[in-house]
Every structure is written in structure tokens, then in C-alpha cells.
């Protein structure tokens, strides 16, 4: 089968830096994405990754390793606006978008 | 503003009626899809369309239909709706199916069945 995992729960301190993990089984790949979504609101992209190595994009920034199956996104200098989930999807082989149930970041002053 | 515009945002059904949920998106996306969301686990593609005039089955297509008359709109019918529909349904766009096109959601429609 095909499966996207994360933790379910984090919490880290205004400020400092939290990195979610999101590991991969999916029959082929074609790219992995980070989205945020806040409580009761849409998701929205934060990231693609498709070669190895990290993206960095302000704050926020994402690493793939494709041979471990592997990514996380790190964020630095939290806020308390980055209180949110975090979904990993993966584009599998036949393009086909398989999502994580996302991380419950928590973020405490 | 350009967007995915859904509606309603929310909607109390009582089981075995009909319903359709509205998703207009004014980008010119070529490819647009319709995602449940249940607490505990991820975005569950029911149906998508790669490009206007066809349609594709998801991964949870069962009690669900959709037309794509036209680029824009890509409306979701529940012919006979049951408890097990509860949820949040996205509409979602991007401007093309697969390779790095990201995914715009709408906000979403919350509806209950009773």
C-alpha cells in the first residue's frame, strides 16, 4: 500500500525552531509538497520538493531525501501565527496526490 | 479577487436528501478536484477533472458525482446523502494535473447529515 506519515502532535516554544518529519511509501514519485492549514481554513502551499536537498523560502524551509523516502520542513523563528497543521502529500507515480493526515503544530509563548 | 469561491459554507441535510456543493474558480485552471476531510486522517480525493469535459473517479468516489461543463465550475452532486458524508469537502484547482502545479483550495463546505 501506499502510506504518508507524520507526527500527529507537536509543540514547540515561540521563537525557537521545530522541524516536522513526513516519511513516504508510495509506488513511485513525483514530487512532495508542504501545505499549512489553520484551524477551520483551507490548506495552502508552502513547498515542492522533487530533487534532493533543502528548499529554503524565508522562514520556512523543506528537505527531501527521495532514497530514505524522507522530508521535513523546518521552521525557524516561530510565531504564534505558525500555530497550524502541516500536511505532506506526495505525487506518486501515476501523479496521483496521497496525503498525510498532517501535524498539529502547537506553538506556546 | 482571483480564488476558488465554494458554496454553501456550511449545510445541516437530512439523510437520503440531495444535495450539490458549488466550486467556481476564476484562475483558468485547467485541472480541478474534490477533496473530503475527516478528522485523523488526510485530503481523500472523491473525484477530479484534468481539463474541462472530463471527470475521474478518486479515491472514495462511492455516492458522489461531478460534471465539468466548463473550465470554471466543477460542482459535486450527493444524489441520496448518508451519516457517513459528514465532513469538510475542499474544492481544490491547479493549473495543470501533476508534475510541481500546486493545489489552490476554496474554504471549504461543512455539511452535516442528520
Known amino acids: 500500500g501506499q502510506n504518508i506519515d507524520q507526527p500527529t502532535e507537536m509543540t514547540a516554544t515561540e521563537g525557537a525552531i521545530v522541524q516536522i518529519n513526513c516519511t513516504y511509501q508510495?509506488?513511485?514519485?513525483?514530487?512532495l509538497f508542504w501545505y499549512q492549514q489553520h484551524a477551520g481554513e483551507a490548506p495552502t502551499f508552502l513547498s515542492y520538493?522533487?530533487l534532493d536537498g533543502l528548499e529554503e523560502k524565508g522562514r520556512f524551509s523543506s528537505f527531501l531525501s527521495r532514497s530514505k523516502g524522507y522530508s521535513y520542513l523546518l521552521l525557524k523563528e516561530l510565531q504564534m501565527k505558525d500555530s497550524a497543521s502541516y500536511l505532506c502529500?506526495?505525487?506518486?507515480?501515476?501523479?496521483?496526490?496521497?496525503w498525510g493526515a498532517g501535524t498539529k503544530l502547537i506553538i506556546k509563548p | 479577487i482571483a480564488g476558488i469561491t465554494q458554496a454553501p459554507t456550511s449545510q445541516i441535510l437530512a439523510a437520503g436528501r440531495r444535495m450539490t456543493l458549488r466550486c467556481t474558480q476564476d484562475?483558468?485552471?485547467?485541472?480541478m478536484y474534490w477533496y473530503r476531510q475527516d478528522l485523523g486522517l488526510g485530503l481523500r480525493l472523491i473525484h477530479y477533472?484534468?481539463?474541462?469535459?472530463?471527470?475521474g473517479k478518486g479515491e472514495v468516489p462511492d455516492g458522489y458525482s461531478v460534471s465539468r461543463a466548463n473550465t470554471d465550475d466543477f460542482p459535486l452532486t450527493l444524489a441520496s446523502a448518508v451519516p457517513s458524508q459528514t465532513s469538510v469537502y475542499f474544492c481544490?484547482?491547479?493549473?495543470?494535473?501533476?508534475?510541481?502545479?500546486?493545489?489552490?483550495f476554496g474554504n471549504g463546505t461543512r455539511l452535516t447529515v442528520t
Open positions: 481544490a484547482s491547479s493549473d495543470y494535473a501533476g508534475g510541481n502545479s500546486p493545489l489552490h
Open positions: 484562475m483558468r485552471h485547467n485541472a
Open positions: 477533472s484534468n481539463t474541462a469535459g472530463t471527470t
Open positions: 508510495t509506488s513511485g514519485f513525483n514530487g
Open positions: 520538493n522533487v
Open positions: 502529500a506526495v505525487r506518486n507515480g501515476n501523479y496521483q496526490l496521497i
